[in-house]
């Protein structure tokens, strides 16, 4: 049996842009999203703290320093100053529960990390 859990997110990111003429996606610091074990092209969920928003999209990378953008039809999701919550889930089989730690990495207002952890 295998049991979708989450893979990593980063916590409490600050929205830096939104380019709504784009062809889609997350753009994230690349710094940043190779900090949470994000791939450019994975599946990510955006959690929007500040309007409930809740949508699926996919990682770029960027180069900014702090660069959280939606970009694309999820710009219509969230504006600049918003907090969001990026999450990515894994498939995991049963056996490799024992040994499950996901990545979480929490940041600043200004996108930074603070920590790096690995328990739920």
């Known amino acids: 049996m295998q049991v979708e859990m ?29 900090s949470a074990n994000l791939l450019a092209g994975m599946k990510v969920e955006i959690l929007n703290i500040n309007n409930g928003e809740r949508f699926s999209t996919y990682v770029i990378y960027g180069e900014k320093k702090g660069e959280i953008c939606l970009n694309g039809a999820a710009a219509r999701k969230a504006q600049v100053g918003d907090i969001i919550i990026i999450v990515a889930y894994g498939l995991y089989h049963q056996d490799e529960l024992e040994s499950y730690t996901p990545t979480i990495v929490q940041v ?13």
């Open 108 to 120: 600043d207002s200004h996108n930074a990390i603070l920590s790096i952890t690995h328990e739920v």
């Open 6 to 34: 989450l893979y990593s997110k980063i916590h409490r990111a600050t929205v830096s842009d939104a380019n709504l003429n784009y062809v889609g996606s997350i753009t994230i610091e690349r710094s940043l999203a190779q």
